[in-house]
Every structure is written in C-alpha cells, then in structure tokens.
C-alpha cells in the first residue's frame, strides 16, 4: 500500500518499503514497525553515533515553548512565500526537530515530511500532527527513494547537499536556513566577553556547484520578558553548550532580553547532473 506520495527505502538494502499491516517491509524482507504514535524509527543501530542521539528532551521542549509562543512566526511566512514562488508543493524537512515547522507548513497546504536523528524530537513531532510522515534517520542517510520532493529544507541543521540531491525532484530546491553574523547579538553580548561570529556558517562553502536562487534575510525583533524565555531560546541554540553556569546565570539576572533575531534563506536549485544520475538510479 501506498500511504505517502513518496515511498521510504529500506536503509539495509535500498529497496522500496511497503507498508502492511503495521509494518514498513522490503523485497528483502527487512521489517519496520510503524510505532503506534505513528512514526517510523529507520536509523540503524550500528549506524548511531550515540544510543540517544541528536537533541534531547530538555532541548526539544525548550525549543517547542520557544517556538509555540510565536515567536519565528514570520519564518513560517517567508517559507510559505518562497514555497509558492518557485512551486514548491511537496517538501521534506530535513532535521525537523519537534516539527514546529513542518505542521506549519503542513497547514499552509504543502505536503510535508519531516525527518530528524532524535527520538524525542520526533516524538513531539507525532504528537503535533500524527498522520503526517514522521521518521527517524540521519540527514547523512536518508531513507527515501531518489527523486520524492520538490525541494529540501534545512533549518538550523546539519546540510548533506549529495543526500538532499538525490532526495529532490530534477530541477528541484533546496531552502537552507541560518544565522546570519549579527543573529541574536545581544544574546551572545551577555554571554561573551569577546563575541565570536558565526565563521561555520557560510552555506557557500556547502553548496558550490548549486546556483544560488535568492538569498534573503528575514529580521524579528525579540523582546523577552521571562527568565524562562529567555532559557529556551538560549537552550535552543550551540551557546548553551559553550558556556558554562556563571555566564549563564548572568544572561538570565541581566533582566528583559531585547533582541534581534536575523535568519538568512538561501534558495538553491539543485544542478541537473545530480538529480539526472540519482534519478536514472531510483
Ligand atoms: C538546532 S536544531 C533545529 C531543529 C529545527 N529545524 C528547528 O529549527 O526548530 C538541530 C536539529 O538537528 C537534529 N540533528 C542533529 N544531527 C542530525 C543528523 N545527523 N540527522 C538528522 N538530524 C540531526 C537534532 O536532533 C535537532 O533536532
Ligand atoms: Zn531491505
């Protein structure tokens, strides 16, 4: 049975999964059980890093109480506008978190799939929205067959531009979001003596070989009033981690955090000898 307009491979043999009954099944005969809540776990043991990897439950619910408060809405708009400039209609988040984006989207009439490396992640993702393809994997090794979306998204997330290649549509997209230099300045102020800029993320360094679209920045005042917002977004970001308590209690005890969040979107087409060759695979 077909459930989705694009059908997962089996991360073992690379063959279609059918799903029956209960189960995601390949030629082969490798089994997947389709949880109950309604995603499906296709990372491969041996395969993990670490037995809980990617974001754990204290980041993913920081991050939903961030999000849910409205706060990135207009990213959700500006996704909404690129999405109908170029005719995007099906789209896969590639590290969706707990998938405030994807169900976004999702009810702006887009068909959404979402995929992230966390368990927990994707368990919030579920309960957001369980009919909608859920699915546990690495970004590094997707399991879907070759050519399934319009176009891949990328938010605040490790980019495999081959992978997502293989996964797009010839003459498909790829949408990467990221900080910009100045994102979140007066956050990393409190933080810092001495700001770093965000030298890893220069998605240039990524993507030679795919024509730049459009780039645009998309500029949301913040003003966070609570302690506790003011966490989240900290716990949401790689800052949480480089720094250690003290820093952190003097982010939290410097009052309302006023703010600037400036997110870049870079809109990619993906070049046609890649997804010509992957689609003469799939
Ligand atoms: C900063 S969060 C962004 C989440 C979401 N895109 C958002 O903006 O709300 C990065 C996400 O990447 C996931 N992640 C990390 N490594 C990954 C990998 N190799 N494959 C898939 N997801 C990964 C984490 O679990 C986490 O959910
Ligand atoms: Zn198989």
Redesign the pocket.
Known sequence: MTEFWFQYRCPVCQSPLQLEGNSYVCAEGHNFDKARKGYVHLLLSHRMASKQ???NKMMIEA?QQF?NAGFYAPLVDALAEVCGQYGISSLL??????G??STALSERGLQVAG????KE?IMACSRRRKSMPWCI????DMPYMNASFDAVLS????VEPTEFARVTKPGGYMIYVGPTESHLSELRNRLYDEVRSYESDKPEQYFSGFEQLQQRTVTIPLQLESAEQIENLLK?TPHYWSTNRQQQERLFSAGPLIDQADIQIRVYQVPSDKTESVGAVG
């Open positions: 990897p990617g974001d991050r999000l988040d590639a590290g969706c978190g707990e405030y984006y995929l992230d490396i966390s992640g994997a690495s970004v590094a938010i605040f997330c490790r949401m």
